[in-house]
């Protein structure tokens, strides 16, 4: 392993704990990831790094990143539509912390999907910093009350204070996290509180007998693969204290469809959603549909409870 790498990832772990793994990315090249032993973080190498240039999340990312499975971009509005039940969800990660006195900010919040949620409920304050232009100016356009940084949060310069940080897929998208974990420390009160969702190095369908989901899983945008310890110990090391639990993004029936077909559904609509096998329109159907909700509910339970969703949520306070 590059001793310059570890330097710039502003890791502070040891480079003989690392090991190298080859691994190969969504769009099918090869390529190498450094795994720290002692916790099973991964760093991709710099070799195979794609966002650099600062305007790759200006523009390109969106166009790259597609919520299809075969690609084409996707207007926010459409984007809000088909996350806003899992928007829901992830609003609740932190709920019970919001209040009317709630001093918000949001990193990297896309089409603003979360942030919409905390608006409606009505805080004092409610920003949001977004480095893509299209996804920018949408939430202008579309959500009075919220104040939209369109820029990287290294760039942009914030004169208030929050007791509110939040990000969703965002820090594995960056170089050094524990310097992006010290700027949000920066811009809160004492007493803040954080929530940040990554995508989990140990999600479970890795576990599952579908080779091709090894190789979609590591993403070229993304430089860091994290596990519930090393996102708390990166999290600790930029001074906040808590604790990281697992979130189960895509639901069960997502989970089947990949043990079945070793490929990924169709689109982010279909992957999100839990199917119905009936109309509801009596007691048996009602019975059957109950069934349904039911077995992925008890998934979910079973997956969180050994830390095997595929996000990681931390949730602490500025110590």
């Known amino acids: 392993m590059d001793s310059q790498l570890l330097l710039d990832t502003g890791l502070e772990y040891d480079i003989n704990d690392f090991s190298k793994k080859s691994i190969v990315l969504r769009d099918g090249r090869e390529s190498v990831l450094w795994v720290h032993e002692p916790t099973g973080h991964g760093i991709l190498d710099r070799k195979y790094w794609e966002n650099i240039d600062e305007d790759y999340y200006k523009e390109d990312y969106r166009q790259q990143s597609s919520t299809n499975a075969k690609g084409g971009f996707v207007e926010p509005k459409e984007h809000l539509s088909i996350c806003e039940k899992l928007n829901k969800r992830q609003y609740e990660q932190f709920s019970d912390r919001v209040n009317k006195d ?4 949001e990193v990297g919040c896309s089409f603003g999907g979360v942030a919409k949620n905390v608006l409606d409920f009505g805080v004092e304050v409610c920003d949001v910093v977004e480095p ?4 920018a100016e949408f939430i202008k356009e579309n959500f009075d009350g919220i104040t939209v940084y369109n820029d990287l949060l290294e760039n942009v310069n914030i004169d208030k204070k929050y007791n509110l940080i939040v990000s ?3 820090l594995e998208h960056t170089i050094a996290p524990i310097e992006f974990l010290k ?17 989990n190095h140990d999600d479970v369908i890795l576990r599952y007998n579908t080779d091709r989901y090894k190789d979609f899983y590591y993403h070229k945008a993304h430089i860091h693969y994290f596990t519930d310890k090393s996102l708390n110990d990166i999290c600790s090391m930029a001074g906040f204290d808590g604790s990281v639990s697992s979130f189960l993004y895509y639901p069960f029936f997502n989970h089947v469809f990949w043990l079945q077909n070793n490929k990924p559904q169709n689109s982010a609509k279909l992957a999100l959603h839990t199917p119905l096998p009936t109309d509801g329109k009596n007691e ?10 039911e077995v992925e509910d008890r998934y979910d339970k079973l997956i969180n409870k050994h830390t ?12």
């Open 284 to 293: 048996v159907d009602v019975e059957l549909n109950n069934f349904y909700s």
């Open 102 to 105: 709630t001093k918000y900010l």
């Open 168 to 170: 969703f897929e965002v």
């Open 183 to 199: 700027k949000c420390n920066n811009l809160m009160d004492r007493g803040g509180f954080i929530n940040i969702e990554v995508p």
């Open 132 to 135: 893509n232009k299209v996804d």
């Open 308 to 319: 095997l969703g595929d996000c990681l949520v931390f949730k602490g306070q500025k110590i």
